[in-house]
Antibody
Framework: QVQLQESGPGLVKPSQTLSLTCTVS??????????WSWIRQHPGKGLEWIGY???????YYNPSLKSRVTISVDTSKNQFSLKLSSVTAADTAVYYC??????????WGQGTLVTVSS | DIQMTQSPSTLSASVGDRVTITCRAS??????LAWYQQKPGKAPKLLIY???SLESGVPSRFSGSGSGTEFTLTISSLQPDDFATYYC?????????FGPGTKVDIK
């Protein structure tokens, strides 16, 4: 059973870059067949897809965030990462990493709260 | 972008009730739709994928139907563990959008 764990700073200053890493265990990112996703949830609100990456490095992003988002993969560490630049308070959210299989998302990390504040 | 809507936004029901939630897409997504259940402080849990396929381990009281732009999630007999928020998700053409959610609470 694959497990995903988000890690990174819980507090980021406005205008800086939010950086999170997802460590995958119980399965290899480079085995193929899955997309590796980032999804966020603003406090008390719904879910927002940020984007995903294939092990080969192909990426797809939410058009509304595309100009600020970079998702990358490190198959040697079995990790993938999120960078979100020029953050504001509106980027305060719980960030989830997840594994997509044929589009749906059966496997999720526990989520990590990132607060943007000075 | 494909927009998703859900109705109702809140649903009050009792244990044993049959519950139906509707999800609509702004354009056809074929059957590329999933349903999730989320409880407070927890990650979403996949219930249904490809509009009507039941995820492994999910109770059979959950079912999904629809194609194109209109979809439904049905809980045949609501159980105490089912009080939660439910989201639909479309995954068409390397683009993903979630619905705004439907909260199912106790009447």
């Amino acid at each position: 059973q694959v497990q995903l764990q988000e890690s990174g700073p819980g507090l980021v200053k406005p205008s800086q870059t939010l950086s999170l890493t997802c460590t995958v265990s119980g399965g290899s990112i480079s085995s193929g067949g899955y997309y590796w996703s980032w999804i966020r949830q603003h406090p008390g609100k719904g879910l927002e897809w940020i984007g995903y990456i294939y092990y080969s490095g192909s990426t797809y992003y939410n058009p509304s965030l595309k100009s600020r988002v970079t998702i990358s993969v490190d198959t040697s560490k079995n990790q993938f990462s999120l960078k979100l630049s020029s953050v504001t308070a509106a980027d305060t959210a719980v960030y989830y990493c997840a594994r997509d299989q044929m589009g749906a998302t059966p496997d999720w990390g526990q989520g990590t709260l990132v607060t943007v504040s000075s | 972008d494909i927009q998703m809507t859900q109705s109702p936004s809140t649903l009050s029901a009792s244990v044993g009730d049959r519950v139906t939630i509707t999800c609509r897409a702004s354009q056809s997504i074929s059957s590329w739709l999933a349903w999730y259940q989320q409880k407070p402080g927890k990650a979403p849990k996949l219930l249904i994928y490809d509009a009507s396929s039941l995820e492994s381990g999910v109770p059979s009281r959950f079912s999904g139907s629809g194609s194109g732009t209109e979809f439904t999630l049905t809980i045949s007999s609501l159980q105490p563990d089912d009080f939660a928020t439910y989201y639909c998700q479309q995954y068409n053409s390397y683009s993903v959008t979630f619905g705004p959610g439907t909260k199912v609470d106790i009447k």
